[in-house]
């Protein structure tokens, strides 16, 4: 992982030349629980300028770099930086406390999230992806297969939004997402068993029965639902 980093780095450097005023690693290989099945490997470029010159200097690196699975760079300015951490809390919150600088100047070590913004994202995200997941269910709780696939994926955004969730409610915000399932366990009390669950499934790799799946998902998503409820109730 980090030979490819790094080989990245150099790439970006020489595309964007004096343009790049930073390079950072941010998400589950900054925060310490990165899996190479599950995982990607983000990195955010800021640049003193972006536009249509700098997009096509960096689309061989994209290419690069998608190739290798993970998603493209993402590009912002310096001022996007400064302007866009009230309509993007969640994210900016998570990159402020867990990232790695690769390269130049770390512009988030000082920035300043709106938490009353954080707040009114979370909830919206919360909902959209309850939804989401009762949505998929209906299409595929007949497919092993299907079904196993939606399980694992969501767990991983569900553990990125439960931290935020303990940020809210005023608890320690384990970087882990383990440990996260378990700290929101101990505050409100839920069932963190179906989470642990398919962490385990998701690091041996096993295939679970569709019986088994569809029970999973049953006190799964109880669990979420209390989730939101009680962040309702403490609003």
Avoid at 63 to 91: N, Y
Wanted: with cysteine.
């Amino acid at each position: 992982m980090n030979e490819d980093v790094d080989r990245l780095v150099e790439k970006i450097k020489s595309a964007f030349g004096a343009d790049l005023r930073s390079v950072v690693l941010y998400g589950s290989a900054a925060a310490g629980d990165f899996h190479p099945q599950h995982s990607d490997l983000n990195v955010l470029c800021v640049l003193h300028r972006l536009g249509v010159g700098q997009l096509e200097r960096g689309n061989e690196v994209a290419r690069w770099w998608t190739k290798k699975g993970h998603p493209a760079p993402l590009l912002l300015t310096e001022e996007e930086i400064r302007s866009s951490a009230d309509v993007f809390p969640i994210e900016f919150y998570d990159i402020k406390m867990q990232h790695k600088l690769l390269h130049g100047d770390d512009l988030f070590a000082t920035m300043i999230v709106p938490m009353e913004r954080h707040r009114i994202q979370l909830e919206h995200e919360l909902r959209s992806k309850l939804l989401r997941l009762r949505e998929q269910y209906m299409a595929s709780h007949h497919s092993q297969r299907a079904l196993q696939q939606l399980l694992l994926a969501s767990v991983s955004t569900f553990g990125a939004l439960f931290r935020h969730v303990l940020v809210v409610v005023g608890q320690p915000a384990p970087a882990k997402k383990r440990e996260v399932f378990d700290a929101l366990a101990a505050a409100f009390g839920l069932d963190a068993s179906p989470f642990l669950a398919l962490l385990d499934i998701r690091q041996t790799g096993r295939s679970f029965p569709l019986a088994e799946g569809r029970a999973l998902f049953e006190n799964y998503l109880a669990q979420v639902e209390r989730v939101i409820e009680e962040m309702d109730r403490r609003a």
